[in-house]
């Protein structure tokens, strides 16, 4: 049965980073655009039940959080399958609980949202009749070279992976080798490339596609993506810019964190984080820690213990040296930095952080859910992609935008020095003079106007609603008739 309240279904893909971006759309949805929104959760396990994300959007009016049975893929994975490959199987294998908890509701949604490991549930949303859709929680240049990757030959993918030729995408800036995505890079998970590519392949058949991204962030790339003489021949669907899509500020957080930054200058402190996966090696972690030491700069720095790229993982034990310093850090690190930088073991209050005045710049692993948190708070950055498309997104930041620095090319690979941390740290900070933080806080004013009413992101889910409405009407006349 259907009721005529809008009303759409989302599927989160497993981890953080996708997770939060679609509850941010759910929520948007419900209270801008009048829909009922029920997300459907996949998860490895049940503990994401328990975490602040689920639990308060599970709170809110009109929004309901669904997690389907979580999903068991060790027979299916071996320790080669990247993280990627895993949660393509994981999606894969909980198409049959969508199909039943889809089936099985009262009021059945006329949408399907999914985000980009999703896309095979595209065909659960026709099998329902459903609108369908696309979010990408991530740029529209990543869009524009995952919709591309289907088109390339065996000869581009040559010159590109083997010969570190730039990668062409029909009206872009090529993508150079150095910041290329994980597909191109990972040399022992064969199903990876083809993977991508068939979402590549699935991704334009939907009717439309979102991006957490806006008009005025990425304005040649969406045009590029619309242009029949460029992407728009393979996007056919129409490309709908509807972000930023970012967690806000929880309410008035006590940690301890947010009472040290509570008693630092304005713009003084730099937060330094990987995401909510990105782990350095030991060397790295050292150099960093050092780093920020010879920087005289405020920090604080959310710590993992360091993992070298050995596939099994090399993780050092938890122990402490005398004032309290993990070993995995110089000894002493703690008494020689107490009085202006503070470490946050495995996890951080983000959002809050990276709004609070004293913070005045951030080392990030340009995760789009961070840059964006970024972006919001006019924060500029030291860009330090890892993995995924985050190369993509420092060379965006930096010779796009402006609005970050990042390290020399090292093409020998090895760590980032510490003295070439503590530069970029400094002129992060201090970035009155480079322009760097003007240019931050005019992407922030950007940002604010395109979610607001009138805003072209605004706009954008303004015609989704409008389309799913259309789509309602037709479906409740068809039943009338019946
Ligand atoms: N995050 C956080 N505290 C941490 C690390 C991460 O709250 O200590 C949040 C961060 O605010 C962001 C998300 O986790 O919303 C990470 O997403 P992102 O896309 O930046 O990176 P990913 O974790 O997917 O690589």
Same mark, same amino acid.
Not at 324 to 329: D, E, I, V
């Given at each position: 049965m259907r009721t005529l309240k809008p009303h759409a279904a989302l599927l989160a893909s497993p981890g953080m980073g996708h997770l939060i971006p679609v509850v941010e759309l759910g929520k948007r949805l419900a209270a801008h655009h009048g829909f009922d929104v029920t997300i459907f959760v996949v998860a490895p396990d049940s503990s994401i039940g328990e975490s602040p994300v689920f639990s308060s959007a599970s709170a809110l009016n009109h929004l309901k959080l669904v997690l389907l049975p979580p999903v068991d893929i060790s027979g299916l994975?071996?320790? !080669?399958?990247?993280v990627v490959t895993q949660l393509v199987m994981m999606m894969r294998e909980a198409l049959p609980s969508l199909r039943t908890a889809i089936s099985a509701m009262r009021a059945r949604p006329a949408t399907l949202v999914v985000d980009l490991f999703g896309t095979e549930a595209l065909a659960v949303a026709e099998e329902f009749d459903m609108l369908k859709y696309v979010f990408i929680t991530s740029t529209a240049r990543f869009l524009a070279a995952t919709i591309h990757l289907p088109t390339i030959d065996g000869k581009v993918e040559h010159e590109h992976r083997i010969m570190k030729r730039p990668l062409e995408i029909p009206g872009l800036e090529p993508v150079r080798f150095e910041d290329t995505l994980d597909l191109f890079l990972d040399q022992t998970d064969k199903s990876l490339y083809a993977e991508y590519t068939r979402i590549g392949r699935e991704i334009p058949t939907a009717d439309g596609i979102l991006v957490n991204t806006w008009q005025d962030l990425e304005p040649s790339t969406l045009h590029a993506l619309e242009d029949d003489k460029f992407l728009g021949r393979v996007t056919k669907a129409p490309v709908y810019?509807?972000?930023? +899509?970012v967690r806000p500020v929880g309410p008035n957080s006590k940690s301890e964190v947010m009472n040290w930054l509570g008693m630092q200058p304005v713009e003084s402190v730099i937060y330094v984080s990987f995401g909510s996966g990105g782990t350095l090696s030991a060397e790295q972690t050292t150099e960093l820690a050092w780093g920020l030491e010879l920087s005289q700069q405020r920090f604080v720095w959310v710590v993992r213990p360091p993992m070298d790229d050995d596939a099994s993982g090399n993780f050092f034990n938890g122990s402490n040296g005398q004032?309290? !310093?993990?070993?995995? +850090?110089?000894?002493?690190f703690y008494t020689r930095t107490h009085d202006r930088g503070m470490v946050v073991p495995m996890w951080a209050p983000q959002t809050e952080i990276l709004a609070h005045e004293s913070v005045g710049g951030f080392v990030s692993h340009c995760g789009w859910n961070s840059t964006l948190e970024s972006i919001v708070n006019g924060v500029p950055m030291v860009a330090w992609p890892l993995y995924a498309e985050q190369g993509m997104n420092a060379a965006m930041l930096v010779e796009k935008l402006g609005t970050a620095v990042r390290s020399r090319m090292r093409p020998a690979g090895g760590p980032i020095g510490r003295e070439e941390i503590a530069d970029m740290v400094r002129s992060v900070i201090n970035s009155k003079g480079n322009g760097m933080r003007t240019r931050a806080k005019e992407l922030q004013r950007g940002a604010a106007g395109a979610v607001l009413e009138g805003g072209s992101s605004h706009n954008s889910l303004t015609r989704v609603a409008k389309e799913c409405e259309v789509k309602l009407h037709s479906l409740s006349a068809r039943a009338l008739g019946a």
């Open positions: 994975t071996d320790s !080669t399958s990247s810019p509807v972000g930023p +899509l004032d309290g !310093t993990p070993n995995y +850090l110089p000894g002493g």
